[in-house]
């Protein structure tokens, strides 16, 4: 497709529950980011990888999260054990360079823990 | 950390008004971005600033990176409807962390 896109669009998970959502980025894009949103607030960093290789997981605010890109193209954000705290909108955005400052972002996947 | 701060909140103006919203932090960024978000969506790339002191612009918007690499403004000039959204400022420090400011929720009455 021409941009980034991401599924689902809406999640509802009960507490506890396991949850994947995927990041299908630009074709032949290098940098893939995964953002937390918070309602009302910017995005927040969460990992950054270079074609299949996760250079910096930093922004991860738990061991529950988990991000991988194995074949260097699509991406997926895991989260185990979902709490209320998880609720957000999940941004992804790549772009073409290492680093990547001109990112290009997919609509997201608003996550609710009930 | 390196926290940006994003003023104002939000605004409320007459269609063909300018905007001038803006962006401070107390650490250095080596490039400034500004992005608009519509609901539902992700945000969109406006402006990238990369040097201190560059001003761009992008038809009725104008942005300038501050000569102190602290601080960026955003202008918008005879603003419409469809200026409607929020603006996010966000800065990079290194290569692959960028920091978002809160937003500046803009509404514009026509």
């Known amino acids: 497709g021409a941009g980034v896109s991401q599924s689902p669009r809406y999640k509802v998970a009960k507490r506890g529950q396991d949850v994947a959502l995927r990041c299908d980025p630009i074709s032949g894009h290098v940098s893939l980011f995964w953002y937390q949103q918070a309602l009302g607030q910017g995005p927040e960093f969460l990992t950054y990888?270079?074609?299949?290789?996760?250079?910096?997981k930093s922004g991860l605010p738990s061991d529950r999260f988990f991000a991988e890109r194995p074949e260097g193209s699509v991406s997926t954000l895991k989260i185990q054990r979902t709490q209320q705290e998880d609720s957000a909108v999940y941004l992804c955005?790549?772009?073409?360079?290492?680093?990547?400052?001109?990112?290009?972002f997919g609509p997201g996947t608003r996550l609710t823990v009930l | 950390g390196q926290q940006l701060n994003q003023s104002p909140q939000s605004m409320f103006i007459q269609e063909g008004e300018d905007v001038s919203m803006n962006c401070t932090s107390s650490s250095i960024f080596n490039t400034w971005l500004w992005y608009k978000q519509d609901p539902g969506e992700g945000p969109v790339l406006l402006i990238a600033?990369?040097?201190?002191?560059e001003l761009t612009s992008n038809g009725r918007l104008t942005a300038q990176f501050g000569i102190t690499r602290k601080d960026s403004f955003l202008n918008i000039s005879a603003s419409i409807p469809s200026d409607v959204g929020i603006y996010f400022c966000a800065g990079i420090y290194n290569n692959n962390d960028m920091r978002f400011g809160a937003g500046t929720r803009l509404t514009v009455k026509p």
């Open positions: 955005a790549s772009s073409l360079l290492v680093g990547g400052h001109e990112q290009f």
């Open positions: 600033l990369y040097k201190a002191g």
């Open positions: 990888f270079q074609n299949e290789a996760q250079l910096d």
